[in-house]
């Protein structure tokens, strides 16, 4: 599990993707590529508020391996590593 200096705001999670090694001798241009949709949490914002003001804690922890839309979030680099910060509602399952 990774550590950052960062702090993640409200309902946002920091996902470090996981990238799937490829088998084979064929070397596709980036542009081609799957983008991941796998990841470990790294930090986690918390939580959004409700109407009466109350924070609603998210359901995913820092260290959980998740899958997430393919498309979702934003990519970030920090500390010459590369992260997506994405809302919980854009995680799909917590892999156990």
Wanted: charged letters at 30%; glycine letters at 8%.
């Amino acid at each position: 599990m990774s550590s950052v200096n960062l702090n993640v705001l409200d309902d946002n999670v920091l996902i470090k993707p996981i990238t799937e090694e490829k088998q084979g001798g064929i070397v596709l241009p980036s542009s081609a590529e799957k983008k991941p949709t796998k990841g470990e949490v790294i930090a986690i914002g918390s939580g959004s508020r409700n109407s009466s003001g109350e924070r609603i804690a998210l359901t995913v922890k820092t260290g959980d391996k998740v899958f997430y839309r393919q498309w979702a979030g934003t990519e970030v680099e920090h500390d010459n590593e590369k992260y997506v910060v994405m809302k919980e509602s854009d995680l799909l399952a917590v892999i156990k």
